[in-house]
């Protein structure tokens, strides 16, 4: 059986990179979620930004429905707390 690959990039510009590591230590527990952290492509340091460029997730289109709805839980946990995901 095949299935296809779901894959979204997310960010929250301000977020520290300590928070973003715990961001996809929490996503990666769910069974079928992968997660990469991508490095800042800026050349231009600035304390006002992240160090990261943001995350990239990558789960199945056949993701369990309760896998999906903790996937958006812990997602809108970080939001209230840090301010709206950007994605792209």
């Known amino acids: ?3 296809s690959q779901q894959e979204e990039m997310i960010k929250i510009p301000s977020l520290s990179l300590a928070v973003y590591r715990e961001i996809a230590a929490h996503l990666q527990q769910l069974d079928g979620v992968e997660v990469e952290i991508i490095p800042q492509s800026s050349t231009t340091f600035s304390y006002f930004k992240s160090q990261v460029e943001g995350l ?20 809108n946990y970080y939001e209230k707390r840090h301010g709206q995901w950007e994605k792209s």
């Not at 990239?56 to 997602?75: D, F, N, V, W």
Request: charge should be positive; hydrophobic fraction near 30%; glycine fraction near 4%.
């Open 56 to 75: 990239r997730l990558s789960y199945p289109s056949t993701l369990a429905t309760g896998e999906k709805q903790r996937l958006q839980e812990i997602l």
């Open 1 to 3: 059986m095949s299935y």
